[in-house]
Structure formats: structure tokens, C-alpha cells
């Protein structure tokens, strides 16, 4: 009796193909959701990082307003350094963003979004993509620190820190033939834990100057003060440091001993 044995064999044959395939599948399946649960770990360790470098490293605000030019215009995106002033405080000079500390800004009605952005607009500020509450902080440079009298306007139109003329002509901006530093006099002794902060555009900068009838009487708070402007990010044109023009107050003792 003859038997067939390529008859036999294809069912085999296909059926050994059949449980390979099957067999794959599984490991296919794994396979991509190994890759998945690997994207998602990688994105989460990103944000998680992007979020604690924002907290506590660097933070991105854009500028509202004209009271910084021309050091800073209106638009210009910025980056604040939080850690250095941590350890090395602050100097005369620096330009800060702080936190107003009550009255110093209009209250500004808040854009109704939807759900959609608000969440991704929450998701970018996580990350430090955008600057969301530059509305809510205000950009100036400090001119007194704790201790300081600060007083405007000598016979030349300068303010003295600590009796100590200063030369800011190299920074400010100032109306045609105007060479007084502050059309405003002011005297002041800045407290403890605070600052006395001016605009660079001096006459029209809502600073210190402006809000003496608010509850810090002018003075910023330094646990207001989210850090230290250091660049200048966009438009790119205008990439670059932003400079604390330090050697204009060289020259000034600090208070302890001024006042020794």
C-alpha cells in the first residue's frame, strides 16, 4: 500500500507556520509596549526635570512693558537665574524679577481659555516654555540694598547710595536735554530684607518711586524676588547678556560702613 508523503507533510507544514505566527505575535505585542512604557518614562523624566530646573535653576518671563528699555523692550524673552542668588545674594545693579508686592500692578482680567488650553498652557509652563505670569512679576533694577540711603537728586541731578553719587547715565533712558535721574525726589534708608528698585526708562517706570503709599512703602521684599535677570533669549537680534553695569556703584561703601 502506497502512501502520499507530500500530502502529509503540507498540513504540517502550514500548521508549523501557524504556531510560529501565533507565537510571534506575543513577543510583537511586548515589544511595543516595552517601547511605550520607555517613551513615557523618558517624557515624565523630562518634565520632571524641565520642572525642577524651572523651580529652582532658571525661569522664562517675556517683558509687558517699556519701563526697562533699552536694556529691555517690550516682548523680549528673558532668563532669570533662582540658584546663584541663593548662596551669593544680591548686588547693586542687578536687574530682578520679583513678585508685586501688593499694588504695584493693575489687576489684569484673566483671558478665559478652555479646558484644551488652559492644559496645554499649564503643560508648557511646566516645562518653562511659557511664561504665562510675566503679568504678575515686574522687572526693575536694584539701586538700594538693606541698609542703603538712597537719595535722589544731588546738585548734578544724581542719586546717592550712601552718599556716594552715582553715574547712571551709561543705562538709563531719559526725555531730550533731561540729565536728572529722577524728575521724583526721593529719601530714603532701605530696610532690612528689602530693596529699592528703579526702571531703566526712569520717568516712565512704576518702581519704588511710585508705590511709597502701599503697604512695603516701595521697599520689594526679597523673599518677593524670583531671581537674577542674566540673557536675553528673543527676538534673537537681541540675544545676549544683560548687563548689571556693577562699576557704577564701585564706589559705594556698604551700609554698615557708611554708617561706622
Not at 125 to 135: F, I, K, P, T
Not at 173 to 198: H, M, N, Q, R, Y
Not at 226 to 248: I, M, N, Q, S
Amino acid at each position: 500500500m502506497s502512501t502520499d508523503s507530500s500530502a502529509s507533510a503540507a498540513p504540517l507544514y502550514r500548521r508549523g507556520r501557524r504556531e510560529a505566527s501565533e507565537a510571534t505575535a506575543p513577543r510583537r505585542s511586548r515589544g511595543w509596549l516595552s517601547f511605550l512604557r520607555d517613551v513615557v518614562v523618558i517624557v515624565v523624566i523630562a518634565v520632571l526635570v524641565s520642572f525642577l530646573v524651572k523651580t529652582f535653576v532658571v525661569r522664562s518671563f517675556f517683558i509687558p512693558s517699556a519701563s526697562m528699555e533699552d536694556t529691555l523692550i517690550v516682548d523680549d524673552r528673558i532668563l532669570v537665574d533662582e540658584i546663584t542668588p541663593d548662596w551669593a545674594g544680591y548686588s547693586r545693579g542687578d536687574v530682578v524679577v520679583f513678585q508685586d508686592p501688593g499694588g504695584w500692578l493693575d489687576p489684569v482680567p484673566q483671558p478665559q481659555h478652555t479646558p484644551l488650553e488652559a492644559g496645554v498652557d499649564w503643560l508648557l509652563s511646566l516645562v518653562g516654555l511659557s511664561a504665562s505670569d510675566s503679568d504678575d512679576h515686574l522687572v526693575k533694577r536694584i539701586v538700594g540694598l538693606p541698609g542703603d540711603h538712597v537719595v535722589c537728586c544731588n546738585a548734578l541731578g544724581q542719586i546717592t547710595v550712601n552718599d556716594v553719587p552715582i553715574d547712571e547715565m551709561g543705562y538709563i533712558k531719559l526725555p531730550p536735554g533731561s540729565s536728572e535721574a529722577s524728575k521724583d525726589p526721593f529719601d530714603v534708608t532701605v530696610p532690612a530684607g528689602a530693596l529699592w528698585v528703579l526702571g531703566d526708562n526712569r520717568n516712565l517706570s512704576r518702581d519704588s518711586r511710585y508705590n511709597t503709599d502701599q503697604p512695603g512703602d516701595g521697599f520689594v521684599p526679597l523673599d518677593h524676588v524670583v531671581g537674577k535677570v542674566f540673557l536675553r533669549t528673543w527676538p534673537f537680534d537681541r540675544f545676549g547678556a544683560v548687563d548689571g553695569h556693577h562699576e557704577v556703584f564701585a564706589g559705594v561703601p556698604d551700609a554698615e560702613e557708611a554708617a561706622g
